[in-house]
């Protein structure tokens, strides 16, 4: 008997593990696991879910047509020149299906998104990563790993997990040197995060290439992760192609209205973009008053540094914090065993954490 085999490159992935959705006892558990919004949804998309529901039993409207021109509309683009998908995750699966293959190789940073190398090993395809400096993307790094051979090149920016970001003038700089047959594909999932006056998500470089698409997300500052929506700007020829590999009804009625109303409530994302921009600083002042290193964020979410000692570490204070019903991201399979990821939750939440995290290091 010969059982079915997969395809060379299916076995060694490492099913990417997501953060933790329950916790020890019976109290209702204080998630920071995700990256989430803190404030949850607009109630004017759960609205718009809510009134899409009675209509389930129609096919959604295979072009997200009125998704589009919404988010043309809020960030100044194109819709013809725009894909939805199920989540940026089937954006990033898709292009790597339709651009990589056996033998080419998908070129992303030491610490970025595991997305994307379990991407590249679904197609046959070879990751390969390029050493960080200090926890941020070498951009010379990843220009010295490209080759003939590389079809993506991955940029999350920021990047998750660590929080750090490029500039617009050294995402310039990747794409110059990059050769042109690389498609190079910003992630840029927090960007509606980010207010650096040398931050760029990527719409000139993506304007001003034929070879470089910028990805987004409804799942963090717009809290529709359970939705499952993305969307790419993209050239024309890329779009077309993004258009013939995905399937024709990946948005679902519901996560199409839902962040049509998301798109529109300005307030609510206005009041989401407050709340970080206070509570990050405040939750990161409070871990040094404790004697925790963080590395410097500019999204929803901050890595905090542990001992050493067994007793102190990372791994203990998981642990601990999961006892309380506390749930932080464990980033040891980024090969960053010293570290935990906290996404910043509510006021009450950081709070909570922090009281947690004194006790734990008495
Ligand atoms: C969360 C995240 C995504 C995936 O988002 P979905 O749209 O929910 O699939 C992609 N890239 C990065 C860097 C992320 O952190």
Known sequence: MTSPVPRPGILEIKPYVGGKSSAAGSQKPIKLSSNEGALGPSPKAIAAAAAAAAEMHRYPDSQSTALRAAIGKRFSLDPARIVCGSGSDELIALLVKAYAGPGDEVLYSQYGFTMYPISALTVGATPVWAPEQGYRTDIDALIAKAGPKTKICFLANPNNPTGSYVTGADIKRLRDRLPPHTLLVIDAAYAEYVSRNDYSAGV?????????????????????GGMRLGWAYCPPAIVDVLDRVRGPFNVGAAAQAAGVAALEDLAFQDRVRAHNDRVLPWFVGECEKLGL??????????????????????????????????????????????????????????????????????
């Open 293 to 362: 290193s963080t590395l410097p964020s500019v999204g929803n979410f901050v890595m905090v540094r542990f001992p050493d000692a067994p007793a102190k570490s990372a791994a203990a204070a998981n642990e601990f914090l999961m006892a309380r019903a506390i749930i932080p991201r464990a980033v040891a399979n980024y090969g960053l065993p010293e570290f935990l990821r906290f996404t910043i939750g509510t006021d009450e939440e950081m709070k909570a954490v922090v009281a947690a995290l004194g006790e734990f290091l008495k």
């Open 204 to 224: 000139e470089t993506v304007d001003g290439s034929d070879n470089t698409v910028m990805l987004r997300t409804f799942s963090k500052m717009f809290a529709l």
